[in-house]
């Protein structure tokens, strides 16, 4: 039959192999996974995490897969990939990548719980488990270059819900080394699994759309597997059916290339952007503003005077769920212009303490909120490659004091160090491991490609 876009990306998962992956692609997908685990493993002191725990241990299943942060405790498959990926979002600390979506934590957590899954002696190695998780992330990215729409701060659904359930099974579907026929009727089920809406954002609902992204893909794999079937054309633009192209307003997909010379991995192109700080993406121009005009101002003041302050201005771009003046909960100030620009003005830096409940209702907070204006400049779009963040202060006296963001630390276009990524990695961490576990997890994924049991991670 002639080659459809479905029946490439289909042939895509099945044919890709470890040595389509170059060494830029391995070492970059490994970084990812570091932090993924470590995003997870401080989200599982979360109350959101909590919540998700709870209710999947209501359910007698067979249990096999482990849980983030949680010894002992062992779910069946799909609800450790759930509770999983609930962990991986519950602070919105876990990575980015353009066209926006969080792409680790909606593969990461099915290919650990389908790992534990597997008989002893169909285990996967390090290379197939690495191998898998490149081909989520690749699906998830080239679903979102097939619209403009993707390319900005979302307003419809929320990403990882849509390409990141056909990620995860896309990577599950490879790990268990489905045919190309399986992989097809994979990515269908998926997409009738897959939609969040935007209205969620900031609030406790929000991570479970990374949560139900990894476990649901993870489920569409399992029944492609089990000889389910779906549209053969869902990711093609076919006229008056929509398939996936439901969830773009412009919608022009073309066919994946087959690995191998002639195809680049997305990831080869593009790093991704790791978050120093846990809250949305967009906050961490406003933070880095904010710290460079808060350094002006200490300069100029000897410490820092909030009194002097009459106005401060935020120039930022339009994104409805971001611009919060007032936010009352954690998961709404993770989502605030605002709040994070304040918190760094008044703190000198913002970090996991930062969203406590004790923090957000300061009374030297809510005064600086007070003084907050905003302002949408033309030239600073909602799209996370051309977005920047700017915080003046104007003061008192009649000075104004002004800090500028165009290209964040952790930004694909200034990456982590490696120290970097590790002390995060380790800090967020060490909320629930012993060191020598830390250390060891490091290693494991370090040497990933040496592994011979991936269920081991």
């Not at 995003?39 to 959101?48: K, P």
């Not at 611009?323 to 620009?341: I, K, L, M, T, V």
Request: aromatic share 8%.
């Amino acid at each position: 039959p002639e080659e459809t876009v479905t029946s490439s990306f289909a042939s895509f998962i099945h044919a890709a192999r470890p040595e389509h992956l170059s060494q830029t692609v391995r070492q970059r997908s490994k970084r990812m996974i570091l932090d993924s685990i470590g995003v997870g493993l401080v989200g599982s002191t979360t109350r959101v995490f909590d919540i998700a725990l709870r209710y999947c241990r209501l359910y007698s299943s067979v249990a096999v897969s482990s849980v983030y942060g949680k010894p002992g405790v062992k779910l069946s498959p799909t609800l450790a990939a759930f509770t999983n990926g609930v962990a991986t979002h519950s602070m919105d600390f876990d990575d980015t990548w353009h066209p926006a979506t969080h792409p680790s934590g909606a593969v990461l957590p099915a290919l650990l719980a389908a790992s534990q899954m597997l008989p002893p002696n169909t285990k996967p190695n390090g290379l197939d488990f690495l191998l898998a998780f490149n081909v989520g992330l690749e699906v998830q990215g080239r679903l979102m270059h097939f619209s403009t729409e993707a390319h900005d701060i979302p307003k419809r659904f929320h990403p990882p819900s849509v390409v990141g359930t056909l990620g995860s099974a896309a990577a599950t579907a490879k790990l268990l080394s489905l045919s190309s026929a399986q992989c097809c009727h994979a990515l269908g089920i998926a997409a009738s699994l897959a939609g969040a809406p935007m209205a969620n954002a900031a609030t406790q609902a929000k991570p479970l759309h990374v949560g139900n992204a990894t476990r649901l893909g993870l489920e569409a794999a399992l029944l492609a597997a089990r000889g389910m079937e779906a549209n053969p054309l869902i990711l093609d633009d076919i006229p008056g059916c929509s398939g996936f192209g439901a969830f773009y307003s412009v919608y022009q997909p073309k066919p994946l290339s087959a690995p191998g010379e002639q195809h680049e991995f997305l990831l080869e192109k593009q790093d991704i952007a790791f978050k120093r700080f846990p809250a949305h993406l967009g906050m961490h121009w406003v933070v880095d503003a904010a710290l460079s005009v808060r350094n002006l101002f200490i300069n100029y003041a000897g410490s820092f005077s909030p009194s002097l302050i009459r106005t401060i201005m935020l120039k930022i771009p339009v994104s409805k769920y971001i611009n919060r003046p007032f936010p009352s909960s954690e998961h709404q100030a993770r989502h605030s212009f605002q709040f994070n620009a304040c918190a760094a003005l008044l703190d000198g830096e913002v970090g996991l303490g930062s969203f406590s409940d004790s923090s957000i209702h300061r009374q030297e907070l809510r005064e600086l909120l007070d003084k907050v204006m905003v302002e949408h400049p033309e030239d600073n779009v909602a799209n996370f490659d051309k977005m920047y963040g700017e915080v003046a202060l104007l003061l008192h006296s009649g000075d104004v004091l002004t800090g500028k963001c165009d290209t964040f630390y952790g930004h694909w276009r200034k990456p982590l160090s490696k120290e970097s990524l590790l002390k995060k990695f380790r800090s967020n961490a060490s909320h629930v491991l012993p060191e020598e576990k830390i250390e060891a997890i490091i290693t494991l994924v370090d040497n990933l490609e040496n592994l011979s049991d991936s269920s081991q991670l």
